[in-house]
């Protein structure tokens, strides 16, 4: 059943898949692009800037592939109207469990391309004296930070409409309290507090919070 | 005044200027000129109407302050707790002799307070007087400091950036100062004379891309330097400017923290005792010990800062792996179908 529940979801997510499985095998080669060869003294200067400049670009498709997935994991269902979820033999929570598992693979898939080409960028480039190169570390945070933000997208996209218009309805009551807070000058804004929280050192997002570099000291 | 009058004013002036001069020079000369005072005006009439505002003065040791009575609940004990850090950081002697400006606070234009603000409030006031403070040290120091004075503590960023410059410099002795050996780090950080620093600090293959970065003015000397890479011209546009030091001026402003703190009270009463002598040796004499011991500190403080592997630790990979279990269990009780 989980082969039949991975291709529905390779379908419906293949060409953001093979998109940002494109881009995490290009983006490492990129970064590495400018790297004179290490007898050039400025050749340390050189690799930690192009690794500095690059290293939004991790984060960034490690997001965009957790949203892409999570979106894709609910779709054939929403069309179908739930009807093929209904008629097999499981229950939801073990439904629930396979589609999760099914995203998480293809995410992971991402993260073994980015791996690859980290592995293999880094191992192509001379490394000036006192510079590092990172790949397994930075795959693994990657894996890690996609799993998370998956996770909570996938809960999401999962609501019940009624759940969700509850969410939507909390969220737009905190954007009044919070612009409510700003006119009469308060010092304690509901936004900011959670918008700490969510990035703070107990949050799951707080694997995003760190140096995403390839190249570092 | 308000701003608003002023820059009228200056915009009719600048419409009542000749049209037709004889020497635009001139005339742009004479236009900065009215503009400039124009500026000064309206800065003095900013501070003049401060200075109205501001209807009480709060004295804690050597620091006053000017504001509002409303005020004088949250300036007072922020006041005093500045004084008490500036004691503690440059010792009795030296923040009674030194000359502290008038500090102002809030006056009409003060917005609310609460009690938790007079941290914050007693750092910006202690911020300010001691750059007072630091600002009226001997040339010396203040040239090797190139006005970067170590106000607050360096924060990991800042040691984390000392770090970098030291890995991505092309300069020589940035590898050994690294590596703990306390010569290199004291030509890094620009301590002792040399005849030669461009000499001592870059080889000559980095000059010519040196030279881009002195941002020096623009001379017939640039095309040789950066076209054919001739190390004499080279020399002569990264002389023309200022050397770009290994590392930046945090460096510097670090390597006077730790002095200062291990030196204890009377340390900043020691580095500036006696302004005939070399930083070197006003380092050593604030910091208590060898300078070559606090510059080996200086290496392992700045090693201590490196980031290192972005691999996520093992708290972190339980703590996210724990709230993703929670979320896909809470997930459960809630669905499409639920």
């Known amino acids: ?217 | 005044m308000s701003r608003f009058p002023g820059v009228a004013l200056s915009a009719a002036l600048a419409l009542a200027a000749p049209l037709a001069a004889q020497d635009s020079a001139a005339t742009l000369a004479r236009m900065e000129m009215r503009l400039d005072s124009l500026q000064r005006l309206v800065a003095e009439g900013d501070r003049a109407a401060l200075d109205g505002s501001a209807t009480d003065t709060v004295v804690a040791g050597r620091i006053r302050v000017a504001t509002s009575a409303a005020l004088r609940p949250f300036v007072e004990p922020a006041a005093a707790a500045a004084w008490t850090g500036v004691l503690a950081r440059f010792g009795p002697a030296i923040a009674a002799k030194r000359q502290l400006p008038i500090q102002q606070f809030g006056g009409s234009r003060g917005g609310t307070l609460e009690q938790r603000d007079i941290p914050e409030l007693a750092t910006a006031f202690e911020a300010t007087a001691a750059r007072a403070i630091w600002g009226q040290l001997d040339s010396l120091l203040s040239r090797w400091l190139e006005g970067s004075y170590p106000i607050t503590p360096l924060g990991p960023d800042a040691l984390e950036e000392v770090l970098e410059d030291l890995v991505r410099m092309p300069a020589r002795p940035n590898r050994a100062c690294l590596d703990g050996d306390p010569g290199a780090c004291a030509s890094v950080l620009g301590l002792g004379s040399v005849p030669d620093r461009l000499g001592e600090w870059y080889p000559p293959a980095a000059w010519a891309r040196l030279a881009r970065m002195a941002n020096a003015p623009r001379s017939a000397a640039e095309e040789p330097c950066y076209d054919h890479q001739e190390i004499e011209a080279c020399r002569a546009i990264i002389l023309s400017a200022r050397i770009p030091p290994p590392v930046g001026m945090a460096g510097r402003q670090l390597l006077m923290q730790l002095a200062l703190d291990a030196g204890g009270p009377g340390a900043f009463g020691r580095l500036t005792a006696d302004s005939g002598v070399t930083v070197e040796h006003r380092l050593a004499a604030a910091a208590g010990m060898p300078v070559d011991s606090l510059l080996v500190e200086w290496a392992a403080t700045i090693r201590a800062a490196t980031p290192g592997s972005p691999m996520p630790s093992a708290r972190m990979t339980l703590l996210v792996l724990g709230w993703c279990a929670v979320v896909l269990v809470l997930s459960r009780a809630e669905g499409r179908w639920g």
């Not at chain 1, 939801?92 to 693979?105: E, N, T």
């Open chain 1, 1 to 217: 059943m989980f082969r039949v529940i991975l291709s529905s979801q390779w379908r419906e997510s293949r060409l953001a898949v093979l998109l940002l499985a494109g881009l995490a095998l290009a983006f490492p080669f990129l970064s590495m692009r400018g790297a004179a060869s290490s007898s050039d003294p400025w050749s340390a200067w050189d690799l930690l800037r192009a690794s500095t400049t690059w290293s939004t670009s991790y984060p960034v498709v490690a997001i965009a592939a957790a949203l892409a997935l999570a979106a894709g994991a609910w779709l054939p269902d929403r069309r179908g109207k739930h009807i093929y979820a209904l008629t097999l033999p499981v229950s939801r929570s073990h439904y629930l469990l396979l589609r999760f598992a099914a995203g998480l693979l293809l995410l992971l898939g991402i993260g073994a391309v980015l791996g690859l080409s980290t592995g293999v960028a880094a191992a192509r480039t001379p490394l000036p004296p006192l510079l590092h190169a990172y790949p397994l570390g930075l795959t693994l945070r990657f894996c890690l930070a996609g799993a998370s933000a998956y996770t909570m997208l996938f809960t999401l996209s999962g609501l019940t409409a009624r759940a969700a218009r509850l969410i939507v309805a909390a969220s737009l009551v905190l954007i009044i309290l919070a612009v409510g807070a700003d006119l009469l000058n308060l010092k304690w804004n509901p936004l900011v507090v959670i918008l700490d929280a969510m990035f703070g050192p107990y949050s799951p997002l707080t694997v995003f919070r760190a140096r995403w570099m390839l190249i570092d000291v």
